[in-house]
Nanobody, 116 residues
Framework: QVQLVESGGGAVQAGGSLRLSCAAS????????MGWYRQPPGGQRELVAD???????NYADSVKGRFTISRDNAKNTVYLQMNSLQPEDTAVYYC??????????WGQGTQVTVSS
């Protein structure tokens, strides 16, 4: 099974920044897409950003202009740079990948907590 391990979360003040990393156990070069999702306390998991193999990106309206998703194929890692963090960004963040017609299972995620 493909393993995806999220890291980089933490507790920050509003306006701060974090960079999340999602490291894959295999090459991500051929992945159709990779994405970051988040699940706030008591809420549903939602797409935050994704990036295709061709480099196209998509962002939720709530994070557009503040978050940037990127991919480093050499390191088998996708990143989520989060700037100007707001309390509503507080959530467990997960990464997921589309491999052909399949998707990876959900891992443990990484907690992001933003205080005002």
């Amino acid at each position: 099974q493909v393993q995806l391990v999220e890291s980089g979360g933490g507790a920050v003040q509003a306006g701060g920044s974090l960079r999340l990393s999602c490291a894959a156990s295999i090459s991500i070069f051929s992945f159709k897409s990779m994405g970051w999702y988040r699940q706030p306390p008591g809420g549903q998991r939602e797409l935050v950003a994704d990036i295709t193999a061709g480099g196209s990106t998509n962002y939720a309206d709530s994070v557009k202009g503040r978050f940037t998703i990127s991919r480093d194929n050499a390191k088998n890692t996708v990143y989520l740079q989060m700037n100007s963090l707001q309390p509503e960004d507080t959530a467990v963040y997960y990464c997921n990948a589309a491999i052909g017609s399949l998707r990876t299972s959900w891992g443990q995620g990484t907690q992001v907590t933003v205080s005002s």
